[in-house]
């Protein structure tokens, strides 16, 4: 007899692997499709996140630590001006953080498909049917945590181009002040984004960049500037960001980057994952006890609710990036001359919902 499944999750990312430890906890039968052959590879994700991860994963492995920064050195030409922000900001293993959740989704039974592409989908009045490149599936309700490209959104009418960027990272030898990261702006550094250098600790850090287009070429000269040396890079990730329209439909709902639920100034999206991811799971949760996956019950118990929680942070940063990046380099250079001026107030400001 053939598997139903009470979730059919596409992608197992932190979004997806999330989802999957919650529903599959509270006793659903939860499948995961991830079109790679394992977890958290290919590598696309500086991981810098703050304190916030303590406190929604609570049992979180300390090995996924790898530093701890506590000062922010943010440099266009010969202007810099230092930050110690008030919340703890860590370096994780985004691999081990995945691997961790997956595990934990696992042993709570929640199957794992590796290597399989999802193709398309259809809705029914009872159940949602799902082709990948390996096999057909049936269930209750379809989770798209596919990423920035999601074909689940594709296949919906969900999907919205956004604004997207390539990033590329190295690891570079070095000498580096453990506890400090540096963040690099101009257009002759990264077109309307920045660089960073994220220390590991004090002989090794993560260097990288997103641009729109030419990033290995931008990644080179900035490299030879601050590093004096071109490592290859190790991590490769697509950054979008925006203000999606909808998130669900009938017995479907996106969740993750592939709802753009990502930081547009910062291009973070972990936070911002477990957040929605959260919220996504007492929907479904809330859905299966009352037998509703209508498009009505979703947006009420998912797409309103993560709204309330992401979306003023969203447009926030949106309108940061419209503004800063309207600046002339001449115009940014003075405006780091002045902004030291308004020090406290940046150091309190809470990062993850800007």
């Given amino acids: ?87 703890k900001l860590y370096v994780i293993d985004r691999v081990k953080l995945d691997h961790f959740l997956f595990e934990r989704a696992s042993s709570n039974g929640a199957e794992y498909k590796f290597g399989e592409r999802f193709t398309r989908a259809k809705v029914l009045n009872d159940r949602v049917i799902v082709e990948t490149t390996k096999g057909r599936y049936e269930g209750d309700i379809l989770i798209g945590a596919d990423g920035a490209f999601s074909t689940v959104a594709k296949n919906f009418g969900l999907f919205e181009e956004g604004e997207f960027f390539i990033g590329l990272q190295s690891t570079v030898k070095g000498n580096y002040e453990k506890d400090r990261m540096e963040i690099w702006f101009g257009e002759d550094i990264a077109p309307n984004f920045f660089a960073w250098v994220v220390p ?96 009505k019950f979703l947006t009420r118990n998912y797409e309103k609710i993560w709204r309330e929680k992401l979306e003023s942070g969203i447009r926030r940063g949106l309108m940061l990036r419209k503004i800063f990046y309207s600046f002339s380099d001449i115009s940014i250079y003075i405006w780091f001359s002045v902004i030291p001026y308004f020090k406290t107030i940046l150091e309190n400001i809470d990062y993850d919902l800007l």
């Fill in 1 to 87: 007899m053939k598997m139903f499944y009470n979730a059919i999750i596409i992608g197992a990312g932190v979004a997806g692997n999330r989802v999957a430890e919650i529903l599959s906890k509270k006793g659903l039968r939860v499948l995961v499709v991830e079109e790679h052959l394992k977890v958290g590879l290919p590598k696309k994700c500086t991981g810098l996140v703050s304190q916030r991860i303590k406190e929604i994963l609570p049992n979180l492995d300390e090995e996924i630590f790898l530093n701890e920064i506590r000062v922010g050195s943010f440099i266009f030409g010969d202007k810099t001006f230092e930050l110690r922000p008030k919340t």
């Fill in 200 to 295: 590991l600790d004090s002989k090794n850090a993560r260097v990288g960049l997103a641009t729109k287009k030419n990033t290995l070429l931008y990644l080179k000269k900035f490299m030879r500037k601050r590093t004096k040396t071109f490592v290859e890079p190790d991590t490769c990730g697509i950054i979008k960001f925006g203000l999606i329209k909808k998130t669900v439909s009938n017995r479907v709902l996106l969740v993750g980057d592939a709802a753009m639920q990502v930081k547009p100034f910062t291009g973070g999206g972990i936070i911002y994952s477990l957040i929605a991811s959260e919220v996504a799971s007492l929907s479904i949760l809330k859905a299966f006890k009352n037998k509703n996956y209508t498009e």
